[in-house]
């Protein structure tokens, strides 16, 4: 999206923050006329690809067009892995989630039997559906989808099931 600071009504970082209020990710490019540093930091702080002043010429645009693309292109394939991450996540019952979040902390089978109150072999068989559900071929793979959705950081201690 081309936008200039300065349109009539609603200006260009005004509309920038409503999309983000909105959570529209759309690439931003703005071209201005009158501008000064702080204006220009806002727009970059605020997700903005590039500041173009005018006078600016077409190989100016150009690329940074592209750049807006290939951030968008980039953009969307990382939330398409997100959305199937999350679908994945989604068909795991509740004691395999439990065992998917202790895994990600680096619990061993054992430890996570013990903080679950299962036997160790129980543990195994649910350890074995996450990662078939999960369709994940090692931990460390079951850890990046843990990062890609945010969890990694959010896993605390779990609670027991009944």
Do not use: C, W, Y
Not at 55 to 70: G, H, M, T, W, Y
Not at 88 to 114: D, H, M, S
């Amino acid at each position: 999206m081309l936008l200039d600071v300065r349109m009539p009504g609603l200006g260009g970082l005004d509309l920038q923050a409503r999309l983000a209020e909105r959570q529209q990710t759309l690439p931003i490019i703005f071209i201005t006329g009158h501008s000064n540093v702080p204006t220009s930091v806002r727009a970059m702080k605020s997700g903005a690809v590039d500041f173009l002043q005018k006078p600016f010429n077409d190989d100016e645009v150009i690329a940074a067009v592209q750049r807006a693309l290939a951030l968008s292109r980039h953009g969307r394939s990382d939330s398409a892995v997100r959305t199937e991450v999350e679908r994945r996540l989604a068909i795991l019952t509740p004691r395999e989630r439990q065992v998917f979040e202790l895994v990600v902390k680096g619990l061993l089978n054992k430890q996570i039997a013990g903080e679950l109150g299962a036997a160790e072999q129980t543990i195994k068989i649910h350890r074995g559906r996450v990662m078939q559900k999960m369709q994940a071929n090692s931990v460390a793979d079951l850890v990046r989808m843990a990062e890609r959705v945010g969890l990694s950081k959010g896993i605390g201690p779990t609670t027991k099931a009944p």
